[in-house]
């Protein structure tokens, strides 16, 4: 299956401080990249759909200035988490899609970002 | 809503011993239905996708099935190396291609 990267892997920052987070499709061009957070013991839950060179589409619920989403080419799309807080502490993971038929097939994950905000 | 639930929430088997996870849907217009394991600390990997009712998939000791309502991951003879978090997710119709709700998740833990 293709590759997707995140990085930082791990990341530990003070409260009102900002951290960018990257996912790259290392191995093909992903139209499209989704953006979601998964707290201890649940299940993923779909903060963003991020297209290269346009706006990101962000779920109920989610604060588009918070979490800013910049999907500059067909390889890479950012994650800034700004001001961050203790309750933004979790698992960020990001996923990248291919474009067939009319259809995004199988989306194939990064290996996410674990965050803590101290 | 697109809902998913995974049933049961955690299951532990000896080595061996074949069992099935289900995972039940309610969605408008299911393009697709994807099965993921994922172990701690990791993100999701890809296992399959089913579109149809009737259409099966297999990978080793895994074997994905669809009907209207509800997917089956069976898995024959595991082993603890199967252990992990299996997670199922549906991609409906509409105007937001790509996007997945997912279930809850299985925990599965195989013991030697």
């Known amino acids: 299956g293709a590759v997707v990267s995140q990085h930082p892997s791990r990341v530990i920052c003070k409260s009102g401080t900002s951290v960018k987070i990257e996912c790259r499709s290392l191995d093909f061009q992903a139209t499209t990249m989704f953006w979601y957070r998964q707290f201890p013991k649940q299940s993923l839950m779909l903060m963003a759909t991020s297209n290269e060179g346009s706006k990101a589409t962000y779920e109920q619920g989610v604060e588009k200035d918070k979490f800013l989403i910049n999907h500059a080419s067909l390889t890479l799309s950012t994650l800034t988490v700004t001001s961050a807080h203790p309750e933004d502490s979790s698992f960020y993971i990001c996923?990248?899609?291919?474009?067939?038929?009319?259809?995004?097939?199988?989306?194939?994950f990064g290996p996410g970002t674990r965050l803590t905000v101290l | 809503e697109d809902q998913v639930t995974q049933s049961p929430e955690a299951l532990r088997l000896q080595e061996g011993e074949s069992s099935s996870l289900n995972c039940s849907y309610t969605?408008?217009?299911?393009?697709?239905l994807f099965w993921y394991r994922q172990d701690p600390g990791k993100g999701p990997e890809f296992l399959f996708t089913l579109y149809s009712a009737g259409e099966e998939k297999e990978k080793e000791r895994l074997k994905a099935t669809l009907t209207k309502k509800e997917s089956f991951l069976h898995i024959t003879a595991p082993k603890p190396e199967d252990s992990a978090t299996y997670l199922c997710a549906v991609q409906a119709g509409g105007t937001s291609y790509g996007k997945l709700t997912f279930g809850q998740g299985t925990i599965l833990t195989v013991h030697p």
């Open positions: 969605v408008s217009g299911l393009r697709g």
């Open positions: 996923s990248a899609g291919q474009l067939a038929g009319g259809l995004y097939n199988e989306q194939f």
